[in-house]
């Protein structure tokens, strides 16, 4: 969706290396929500961001919401190869608040 | 297992043939979703019911896509007369109300030969 942007399409690391993945909104955020793919499977529910200024964490996983700037940033920790697959972030935003609008998602690899 | 289930995983189909998948939410969840996703992109909206109710649907579902949810619990999603271009993976996806988080099934990959 162009509405909604993603930066990097793909992204590859070594192990341990420490990765941000942006998404970014061109209408206003209602909602942000991170996802992880794997190739052919259905999306995981990651982390939920309703406030601006929000930080959220999970394992090695922050993600953060810029009402302002109307973007999240997913920054993974010391990567590892378990953290190898598709982020998708999706949002409610302005216009169509009502279902989630996806980003076209970024691939990770890391690398061991 | 308690989260989202859809049925089938994969489907192969003969163009022209008519496809019916299922969902079946997490229980108690008001909101069901459906989605299309293509290799490469992110998920689409296609429609979603609260309860029953269908309340959107998106311009991408065409007149050859019917979705149900007849008593407010599991969903189908029929695909008449299928095209090529319906190859997909199909997602279904639910959530207790509009802002809370939406757990997706592992979709139904259609490949319309």
């Known amino acids: 969706s162009q509405e909604l942007e993603q930066s990097p399409q793909s992204l590859i690391v070594q192990e341990g290396k420490n990765l941000t993945i942006n998404c970014t909104s061109s209408?206003?955020?209602?909602?942000l929500y991170w996802y992880k793919q794997k190739y052919g499977e259905g999306l995981i529910f990651l982390m939920m961001?309703?406030?601006?200024?929000e930080e959220k964490s999970h394992e090695k996983i922050t993600a953060k919401l810029d009402e302002k700037k109307q973007q999240s940033s997913l920054h993974i920790t010391a990567s590892q190869p378990s953290h190898a697959g598709i982020y998708l972030c999706?949002?409610?935003?302005?216009?169509?608040?009502?279902?989630?609008?996806f980003g076209s998602g970024t691939q990770l690899t890391v690398l061991p | 297992d308690t989260g989202v289930s859809q049925n089938p995983r994969h489907k192969i189909t003969k163009r022209g043939q008519n496809v019916t998948f299922r969902c079946d939410p997490i229980?108690?969840?008001?909101?069901l979703y459906w989605y299309r996703q293509t290799l490469g992109q992110g998920p689409e909206f296609l429609t979603y019911?609260?309860?029953?109710?269908?309340?959107?649907k998106s311009r991408l579902l065409s007149d050859r896509f019917s979705a149900e949810r007849p008593k407010g619990s599991f969903s189908t999603l029929e695909i008449q007369r299928t095209e090529q271009g319906d190859s997909a993976m199909y997602l279904c996806?639910?959530?207790?109300?509009?802002?809370?988080?939406?757990?997706f099934g592992q979709g139904t990959r259609l490949t319309v030969v």
């Open positions: 996806a639910s959530s207790l109300t509009m802002n809370t988080e939406a757990f």
């Open positions: 209408k206003t955020l209602y909602g």
């Open positions: 961001l309703q406030k601006g200024g």
């Open positions: 999706g949002a409610l935003i302005s216009g169509s608040a009502r279902q989630l609008t």
């Open positions: 229980s108690e969840h008001n909101r």
């Open positions: 019911f609260q309860n029953e109710a269908q309340l959107e």
